[in-house]
């Protein structure tokens, strides 16, 4: 095996502590226009190692379903979790990806002894500790883990979707506001699973369906 393979195998270090029980915690989907957010905790074998193994922006859709069927096969726990649109509309996009994060961690089959968070800001779960770390699904195991299959699960949720509504392409965009999906807006209006509270175009008038 070369050692450029082995450098790449060993970009994500597997713990942060050696002492406590990790998972690892990430969202996808928040700067959508459309569609819930999602979000992931994962904890991991000790050691556990993939050499494709990153942050899910970085990996390309094959790979993540690659992935994401490894991590659920692998992972000691795991869970996932969404936060509907009219939530988000409710509550702010920030509190409900935290929501999301810790709808994920109640349901893991056992809680950890620490959470690891990707960004710089997190809601206190109650009576675990947390790190937050920048850019952590490029860094951490763990993290990046959480990160492939809060994005996947949310891919597969907007394919669904976009059967119902196909005039937007969120079997391309995912809700995201491309050039076609604003131009989609445009033509159409906005319809029940937009964020009202974007202001992604205000003077659009919803659909009613």
């Known amino acids: 095996m070369c050692s450029g393979f082995l450098n790449f ?25 459309a569609g819930p957010v999602f979000a992931a905790a994962v904890v991991l074998p000790a050691g556990f190692q993939h050499p494709l193994l990153n942050d899910s922006k970085k990996v390309s859709a094959d790979k993540r379903e690659m ?24 509550i702010n996009i920030l509190q409900a990806s935290f929501k999301a994060m810790h709808q994920a961690i109640d349901q893991l089959g056992q809680k950890p002894g620490l959470l690891l968070i990707d960004g710089n800001r997190f809601k206190p779960y109650p009576a675990i500790p947390h790190h937050c770390i920048v850019k952590g699904d490029g860094k951490f195991a ?15 949720y907007m394919q669904e979707l976009h059967e119902q509504f196909p005039m937007y392409g969120w079997n391309r965009n995912k809700g995201y506001g491309t050039a076609d999906h604003r131009r989609a807006i445009e033509q159409h209006g906005l319809c029940r699973h937009h964020r009202k509270s974007f202001n992604i175009a205000p003077n659009q008038m919803e659909m009613r369906f």
């Open 67 to 90: 992935l994401r069927a490894v991590i659920e096969s692998s992972a000691l726990y795991w869970a996932v979790a969404k936060v509907s649109v009219a939530e988000i509309d409710r």
């Open 142 to 156: 763990s993290i990046a883990a959480a990160s492939i299959l809060a994005k996947t699960h949310r891919d597969a």
């Open 9 to 33: 195998v060993s970009m994500l270090a597997t713990q942060y502590q050696e002492i406590l029980t990790e998972a690892g915690c990430d969202e996808a989907g928040r700067g959508c226009y």
